[in-house]
């Protein structure tokens, strides 16, 4: 693994996090996350309690949050599953930070759509706005981190921020959205040039005349075929 | 039961079989790396690939794919040719090649089967990938980089063993086969990976760049660390054995060996007793032959003679020592060293009846003062199968982790008089009850256990649910020779001359007669004996043993005694002539007559039936189970005191040491 994550020390997790346990708040929502699966099936409940506790930790550390070893094995004790088991789950899906991570967790996609429609430009403005990959900036505000894709190819190139994507970025876009991160602000999550969701862009291109109101394409459709 | 055709071949097969098993059943070799009959299928290597009609037109993993009526498999089209071929050079583009410094070598499903269907040449040019080593203990040395991904290990561990600590990492390109954090697997059955892995990624550490398999010589015999019978194979190289691998034995240990079986071998060749020695002036001197018999002979016994059997000593060796005591005019033998006594008038009372196969069928188990998973590893296997079936199991002993799920139900024995009703309801229900009780409950709650017999009506038509596991291979054989006097060892103390075969568990101190032990190791007995005979171990000398369930096993010699030790039968034939009691047999042979003229249930290998009777013992329970014989599984005998390989396991798994692992 060429970027792996640097786990820190064993024996200065434990002793930060070895007494991890649910805040009253989370402890609500785990009850809530267990009972949605069968008795006896609580290994179902992985994921969300995972993801529950990197938040959690996220919480505490304001950060995105990671999973130290202890507070897998707080999951795993949690749901009565095997250590591995969980702990395979935990390595598995990259969403989950297996080391500290910043503030905000910038994945940038690489992947092919992305990289053709200029994620190039968007790791350049990352760059030079001091992200290294595979590290956090020293004001522990950023982690960037190149991903493959992440299905939002329609709007590419994008990022994922934490929970929100950025899309249609290019090279200033990114930059505006960093800085606003790092001043405090909250960025408005989805297309950064204002595409509703993935509509095409500068409007539609197919099916115009349902857009005002509903059309029946069907005589068309069969004259086309009878043609 | 589904018909199909198999490359032509019509053949039946049991409702639920798969693919695999029909090509099988029709005597095709069908390739494989990820299935294994005893785990559960995962088809992720793909190696199994045929070509299935009706069906879409691509090859079917056939170890997942089951078999249907009318399927025409074919196993030999240029399709599965090419299939194989591209799945070889799939799996061989990350591995490492590197079968001249790998232990696998010689005897690795890869090599195997990449000449057969490989092709022979790869078009890979980019560079392999590496993994890093993982540790897994003192057992299990791993090479990751071989490693192709078939999850044996994984299952192995999550459901032959039930210790979940194996799995896989990371994903995609980036996948690892690990134990937890990489620390040391804490199973006793984790040997067992290392024969599973089908590449070299798993091998043995101990065992580490010792031999090439076609150096070594095979011989079958039966394992003595534990009362299983664990069927095995020697393999050994001029004087020394190398290496012990279990045999298929679907009715004793499957395809499985615990780690002491497997690794207490090089105990054998450390702290031997090789030469005679007797005791003069207090202190043990070495000898002759001919000295340490005329020492012997010397004792004015007048007829006071004793032999106290050890636990790993095979039936040859005790009849030979009792027609010794019994043609010195005594009868006085024992063989359960700590003291035991439990009544044994009816040995069906002490065998374990159910049999160990048996054991998977039963659907309600009550565990008695035992901890099964190291008093016999490979009959807790089996409940862990029961229990797969849909089998409940309750304990009465100390709390103890047995790698399932258990019901304590307190170590008080009165228990047994009154169980819980819930408990008494489920055995009330059950089709296959069973007890087991084992070596902490023997003493005080036999009688109690035996009245179970009833109330729970463990025996009925073609079932017998009573058992008592037994710790000693040497246990039943003893028995049947009669190794059991009624007040148990303190019946022989006062015995003038006593012999002491391999008997390492006894306290000595209670003997005040002249000692003679004759034995391999004698690590704790031999210094308290006047004179000291060099005999033969397990390995050194063909022999009988009578597993825990009554079953008949004979082994064979793989090497020879070392320096002046002997076979131990022939050392009592040679100190009777000097004793002026002759015996009556000059060859193991003659030997093996006489025994089974006296016990003719030796004569053949297979179970002894030992009838169904229950001996009048008192059938109260009371006292409570303060803690398991078994305080160590690695160091339960003198040849696993001798080896490093068990030393460490102890040190390491029992003892919670750590061992920083030595840069390679
Ligand atoms: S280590 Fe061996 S048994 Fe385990 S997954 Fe790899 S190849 Fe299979
Ligand atoms: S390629 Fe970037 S999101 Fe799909
Ligand atoms: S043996 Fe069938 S996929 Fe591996």
New binding site residues.
């Given amino acids: 693994m060429a970027d792996a994550v640097h786990i820190p020390d064993e024996a200065e997790t434990r002793a930060r996090w070895g007494a991890f346990a649910w805040s009253e708040e989370n402890q609500r929502k785990a009850n809530e996350i267990l009972a949605r699966y069968p008795k006896g099936r609580e290994q179902s409940a992985s994921i969300p309690f995972l993801d529950l506790a990197q938040r959690q930790v996220g919480a505490e550390t304001h950060t995105q949050g990671w999973l130290p070893v202890p507070v897998i094995e707080f999951v795993a004790r949690a749901i009565g599953v095997p250590y591995m088991r969980v702990y395979e789950v935990a390595t598995f899906y990259t969403m989950f930070n297996l080391a500290p991570v910043g503030r905000y967790h910038v994945q940038v996609c690489g992947t092919t759509p992305c990289m053709l429609q200029g994620s190039d430009d968007v790791l350049a403005a990352c760059r030079n706005r001091g992200l290294v990959k595979g590290g956090t900036t020293p004001d522990g505000l950023f982690t960037l981190t190149e991903v493959e894709c992440l299905g939002t190819c329609a709007n590419a190139p994008m990022v994922q921020i934490n929970d929100d994507n950025y899309e249609d970025l290019d090279y200033d876009r990114t930059i505006a959205v960093l800085e606003a991160l790092a001043k405090g602000a909250h960025p408005e999550a989805g297309s950064t040039i204002g595409r509703r969701a993935s509509c095409p862009e500068g409007g539609p291109t197919s099916l115009k005349a349902m857009v005002d109101a509903n059309h029946d394409y069907r005589p068309e459709w069969e004259n086309a075929h009878a043609g | 039961m589904p018909k199909l055709k198999v490359d032509g071949i019509e053949v039946e097969v049991p409702q639920g079989a798969t693919v ?1 098993q029909a090509c099988e059943a029709a005597g095709k070799e069908i390739p ?4 294994h009959e005893r785990l559960s299928i ?7 690939l045929v070509e299935v009609k009706p069906g879409p037109p691509k090859p079917q ?4 794919l089951p078999a249907a009526d009318n399927q025409e498999v074919f196993t030999t089209t240029p399709m599965v040719k090419n299939a194989r071929e591209g799945i070889m050079e799939f799996l061989l583009i990350n591995h490492p090649l590197d079968c001249p410094i790998c232990d696998q070598g010689g005897e690795c499903d890869l090599q195997d089967q990449s000449v057969a269907y490989g092709r022979g040449q790869s078009r890979y040019a980019e560079n392999k990938r590496a993994v890093t080593e993982k540790y897994m203990g003192p057992i299990v040395k791993t090479i990751m980089t071989r490693c192709i991904q ?1 999850t044996r290990c994984i299952r192995f561990a999550e459901e032959v063993a039930g210790v979940e600590e194996i799995g896989a990492i990371y994903r995609g390109e980036n996948m690892q086969i690990t134990s937890y954090l990489e620390e040391a697997v804490t199973s006793e059955l984790s040997g067992n990976v290392v024969d599973l892995c089908p590449v070299g990624a798993l091998t043995s550490k101990p065992y580490q760049y010792e031999a090439r398999p076609w150096e070594l010589r095979r011989t079958l015999t039966i394992d003595v660390m534990d009362a299983v019978g664990t069927n095995i194979r020697l393999d050994s190289r001029g004087r020394q054995v190398l290496r012990c691998v279990p045999r298929i034995n679907e009715d004793v240990n499957e395809e499985w060996a615990s780690d002491k079986t497997r690794h207490a071998i090089d105990g054998l060749v450390r702290r031997r007793l090789d030469k005679p020695y007797v005791r003069v002036n207090g202190k043990l001197l070495p000898a002759t032959w001919d000295e340490a018999f005329a020492a012997i002979a010397a004792v004015d016994h007048g007829g006071s003679v004793a032999a106290v059997a050890g636990d790993l000593v095979d039936c040859e060796t005790m009849y030979a020592a009792k027609a010794l005591v019994r043609s010195l005019g005594s009868s006085l033998l024992e063989g359960r060293q700590t003291g035991m006594a439990y009544d044994t008038s009816s040995l069906a009372a002490v065998n374990f009846n159910t049999t160990i196969a048996g054991t998977e069928e039963a659907d309600a188990i009550l565990l008695v003062g035992t901890n099964l998973r190291w008093e016999a590893p490979l009959v807790n296997t089996r409940v862990r199968k029961a229990i797969k079936r849909g089998a409940k199991v309750f304990a009465v002993g100390p709390e103890t982790e047995l790698t399932y799920k258990v019901e304590w139900l307190g170590h008080d024995l009165s228990v047994l008089g009154d169980l819980p009703d819930t408990v008494a309801k489920i055995f009330a229900d059950a089709g296959k009850p069973m007890v087991i009780v084992g070596g902490a409950a023997l003493k005080d709650g036999h009688g109690a256990a035996l009245k179970l017999v009833e109330t729970l009506n463990l025996v009925r038509n073609g079932w017998n649910g009573f058992n008592v596991v037994h710790m000693a291979a040497a246990r039943m054989g003893g028995l049947m020779l009669g190794y059991a006097a009624k007040g148990g060892i303190a019946d022989l103390t006062h015995a003038k001359l006593t012999f002491f075969l391999g008997a390492d568990e006894v306290d000595y101190s209670r003997f005040g007669g002249f000692k003679v032990y004759v034995g391999h190791h004698g690590d704790a007995g031999a210094a308290h004996a006047d004179v000291v005979l060099p005999g033969a171990s397990y390995a050194e000398k063909s022999g009988t043993w009578v597993n825990l369930e009554g079953r008949v096993q004979r082994g064979e010699r793989a090497v020879f005694p070392p320096g002046d030790a002997r076979e131990d039968w022939s050392i009592f034939r040679a100190l009777s002539d000097v004793m002026g009691a002759r015996l009556p047999f000059d060859s193991l042979a003659g030997l093996r007559e006489e025994m089974y003229g006296e016990v003719p249930a030796l004569r053949h290998e297979g179970l002894v039936s030992f009838g169904w009777s229950v001996p009048a013992i008192d059938g109260s329970a009371s006292g409570t189970i303060g803690g398991y014989p078994i305080k160590d599984f690695y160091l339960t005998n003198a040849i696993c005191r001798a080896s490093p390989t068990m030393q460490r396991c102890s040190a390491e798994l029992v003892h919670g040491e750590t061992f920083a692992e030595a840069a390679e």
């Fill in positions: 695999l494989r790396f990820c299935y995962a088809g992720n290597c793909r190696m199994c993993a056939s170890c997942a078939c």
